[in-house]
């Protein structure tokens, strides 16, 4: 319940809220991320590679909206497991390559079932996601204008 005569209610908080959102579904996706080994951040590091590869890691940060140097240390968990391989690339030796390793791509089977997965466990149907998702965008593209 919002507490319209307190502007600072913290329940009133849009910016509480989505940060209370964001743990909370992430934490949904752990234990159907964990058979594979995956935590979050790595799993939107498959999803951009099963999307777009080989991408250099500059690429894969700018995808995600994180800084390289979050990118590197994902990427050097997910070669530990097998699902990747980092490389020079032949045209510029200062830029890392990262392709999907056979593992990796054999991956992309399981996590097709994910989406459908999590919207069971969020109790969404794809109408409930896409405006959340165009909501979501607006939000993002709002404070990147900023």
């Avoid at 600072?8 to 809220?17: K, M, N």
């Avoid at 951040?41 to 800084?67: F, G, I, K």
Wanted: aromatic share 4%; hydrophobic share 40%; glycine share 4%.
């Amino acid at each position: 319940m919002t507490d319209t005569a307190n502007p600072l209610a913290l329940e009133s908080q849009v910016c509480f809220a989505l940060s209370v959102a964001a743990r909370s579904v992430i934490a949904a996706y752990r234990p159907v991320l964990e058979p594979v080994g995956l935590t979050h951040p790595q799993y939107l590091v498959m999803l951009a590679l099963w999307e777009n590869e080989p991408l250099s890691v500059r690429q894969l940060a700018d995808l995600l909206a994180l800084e390289p140097a979050t990118v590197s240390p994902l990427v050097k968990r997910l070669e530990a497991l097998g699902y990747v391989a980092r490389r020079r690339s032949d045209t510029d030796e200062r830029v890392v390559e990262i392709t999907l390793t056979d593992t990796g791509r054999e991956l992309r089977s399981y996590a097709e079932t994910i989406p459908g997965t999590m919207m069971q466990r969020l109790g969404m149907t794809p109408d409930d996601l896409r405006d959340l998702h165009r909501t979501m965008s607006a939000l993002i593209s709002a404070t990147r204008d900023q």
